[in-house]
């Protein structure tokens, strides 16, 4: 162990909250509003134990808690360096926000369930935290299956056929593609290195450099597809698929957990266990960044058509979760930056949208985008924030997501990828093509005179302020980007 890493038994606190909270919550959920407390409670918690890593990390530490040793090599150790700390900040932010916009969600559709849903969501945020602290292949891979099986719960909240087959799809895509991808190529990597412990920086990876590149390519594909957790097509059905959940749900599944776990285990693998001059040797980089820009395309495409809020939001996520990978893939500095930042900007902003629908669903018991005419004249502020989150996704100033896009643009350019900056442009219209008419629509459109406005209102405050927070918070990091950028630079730090 080195000067720079550090034994920190916080990392077991944070790691331990939610599952605690969790355990409170089936205990007490007899009491609905203890319940609920604990949720809260332990929510605040995280976001405190976590945000006391900040300092430690930005001094340039390494905090480590080894938990237990399976064989050599292998163990269950935690670890929090800058990367971790960019997606155990969005998690427990993040769960704080939905906590509260989930109270008046839930209680405001009388939703059955309600101990069940708060406990598996608790430990839903348990998998997510133990996957951004992991220190190592076997941890990380513990972890994510503790989100699948754990989610699944919450995909079938409703328990009739349409639950059960959207829950079914997403179990058995995410551990097929598991057993199937990750854990042959985690094996076969402990096989050639004796180990599956990250490496310390980016630059390196932790494959040998004589490895067969037959065999590196084919470990490269098999995670690349193993974490299906990151919604690359073909292997992202199971995501729309999952709308079928309550919308707390799927802003869990959208923004704060499911689909970050996967996009966060694939970089956190291309980065840290095959390392940026590996990739560049074997030329893995640009080939990944054009397929993955097919993802980004074709989702977009499918987004236009759907009329159904949730569904559009879905293939939004799809396409947007691609930005992240195309950006490590590409290699440089600025989009690397411009990836890892990603993870965060999307999060707040998808977490927004995926709250006003919710909001609407409550307020106006509208589902459909065609259905939604003249909505944002009596609910202003859901609407509003809509917009400002849309904005986001776009890649407008002054919101999150402009960082994303022009960090993404600067590094495809370094990277001499002139395909990469037109995929992104045409992403961009294509963005702006099914976001811009579902403002338009509510604030312009004319309501049909037998539909009406009539009794329509804002959801409950308890909804509201969640979303008016997220929206606010997306603003804040699209005009002030440098509190999370320390983190990614000092993941990029590592390539020198």
Known sequence: ??????????LLVALLIPLIGAIGVMIKGYNENLREAISCVASLFLLASVGWLIRPVLGGK???LDLFTIVDGVS???RADAMSMIFALVASSLWTIAVFYSMGYMRGLREHAQTRFNACFAIAIFGAIGVAFSDNLFTMYLFYEIVSVCTYPLVAHHQDKEGYDGGRKYLVYLTFTAKAFLLPAMILIYVLTGSLDFATNIASGIIPADTGKGLVIMLYVFCLFGFA?????PFHHWLPGAMVAPTPVSALLHAVAVVKVGV???TRVMLYVFGIDLMADLNLGVPTAYFVGFTIIA???IALSKDNLKARLAYSTVSQLSYIIMGVA???PAAI???LIHIVNHAFAKITLFFCAGAIYVAAHRKDISDMEGLGKVMPFTFGAFAVASLSMIGAPPVAGFVTKWNLLVGSVEAHQIGIVLILLASTLLNAAYFAPITLRAFFGKRPASAGVSGIKEAPLSMLIPILIACTISVIIGIYPGFMMQFVTAVIGGMQ
Do not use: E, Y
Not at 1 to 10: E, L, Q, Y
Not at 229 to 233: D, E, F
């Open 1 to 10: 162990m080195d000067a720079n890493t550090i034994t920190s038994p916080v």
């Open 62 to 64: 390494i905090l480590v």
């Open 76 to 78: 269950v150790t935690l």
């Open 229 to 233: 957790k990151n919604g690359i097509m």
């Open 264 to 266: 966060f285990c694939t």
């Open 299 to 301: 989702a977009s495409i």
């Open 330 to 332: 590409l290699l440089t």
């Open 337 to 339: 930056q411009g990836g």
